[in-house]
């Protein structure tokens, strides 16, 4: 990215109405009606955006998801400059099924500090499933606070350098993960977790076929959790923890709307058990 003041935000979001031939849209009740297939988004240099469009076109129209019958693409200048940060680091937790991995999120969420009772709030609100954005709860009392429980907190305006991206997919590649799905989860958690008052999130993926899931903190990382769910299952699901008095306009404010690059790559990436994740983290 040479000209970080002259950026344009490209975002993706390809659907599927569920209305039967014939039946009305009601506007302000429909969005059950619709089920979302794919989206994607990040920020580019004006002579990228050809490629960029193109590229997020095909994603749209070959999702395992299903055939879209509406694919939305926004082009947008950006009329701020972006914060540069540096991303997580990646590390992938050994487990063998579904039961350890329970347990390992379970164990993860508890050692970044939050309760008990918002752990099994964030628990069902990704089993569940069904929002576009993401939820927010408060990591003692397990208060929801996000304005729009149906949509959640959309993660917006985030990319990363040509350069971070070139060492990020290098460093990837090593460890066989070199995925889009992997990076871009990457970037958006590294955002995410760039906000002084989030404490974790939670993700699971609502793809039917992508069972790895991950917990970022500024704790631990970009943790990655394989068996986070069943094979086959199409719900999923982000939550992101906070501080008990966090200000949500602050929180909504910076992840859908402040321009975020990854400028600078940790290069700590790993794979490890559960009481190697804790261990390192007491030194
Ligand atoms: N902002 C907030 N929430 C979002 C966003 C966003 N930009 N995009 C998706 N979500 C929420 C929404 O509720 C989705 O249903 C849910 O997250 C899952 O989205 O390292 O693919 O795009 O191998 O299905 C994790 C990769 C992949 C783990 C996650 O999520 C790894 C993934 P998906
Ligand atoms: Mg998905």
Redesign the pocket.
């Known amino acids: 990215m040479k000209n970080i003041n002259n950026l344009w935000s490209i975002r993706m979001r390809a659907s599927k109405s569920l209305l039967k031939k014939g039946e009305k849209d009601v506007p302000a009740k429909n969005n059950h009606k619709e089920i ?1 297939i794919s ?1 994607a ?1 990040g920020l580019y240099n004006k002579n990228q955006i050809n490629i960029i469009v193109k590229n997020y076109i095909k994603r749209a129209l070959s999702h395992s998801k299903g055939f879209p019958d509406k694919i939305i693409i926004t082009i947008e200048k950006l009329n701020k400059k972006p914060i540069i940060i540096k991303s997580l680091p990646v590390i992938t937790i050994i487990s063998r099924n579904l039961i350890e991995s329970k347990k390992i999120v379970k164990r993860i969420l508890t050692s970044t500090g939050i309760s008990e009772k918002s752990i099994k709030k964030g628990l069902e609100i990704v089993k569940k ?6 939820a927010i709860l408060t990591v003692t009392s397990g208060r929801r606070i996000e304005q729009d429980y149906k949509r ?5 305006r985030l990319g990363i350098s040509k350069e971070s991206l070139k060492t990020l997919s290098k460093l990837l590649k090593k460890h066989d ?1 070199n ?1 889009d ?2 990076r ?3 970037i ?1 958690a590294s955002k995410v977790s760039s906000h002084k008052d989030v404490i974790a999130e939670l ?5 039917p076929d ?1 069972t ?3 917990i970022a903190s500024k704790k631990f990382g ?1 943790v ?1 959790i394989p068996f986070i769910k069943r094979y086959k299952c199409s719900t ?3 939550v992101f923890f906070v501080s008990e008095n966090s200000d949500i306009k602050d929180i909504s404010d910076y ?1 859908e709307k402040t321009p975020v690059i990854i400028g600078n790559i940790s290069k700590s990436i790993k794979r490890i058990t559960f009481d190697e994740l804790l261990s390192q983290s007491d030194n």
Request: aromatic share 8%; net charge neutral; charged share 20%.
């Open positions: 979302h989206g988004e499933g069904n929002m576009r954005g993401a959640g907190v959309r993660v917006s993960i995925t799905t992997v871009e989860a990457i958006l993700c699971v993926s609502d793809d992508y790895t899931g991950y970009y990655r999923g699901g982000r992840l």
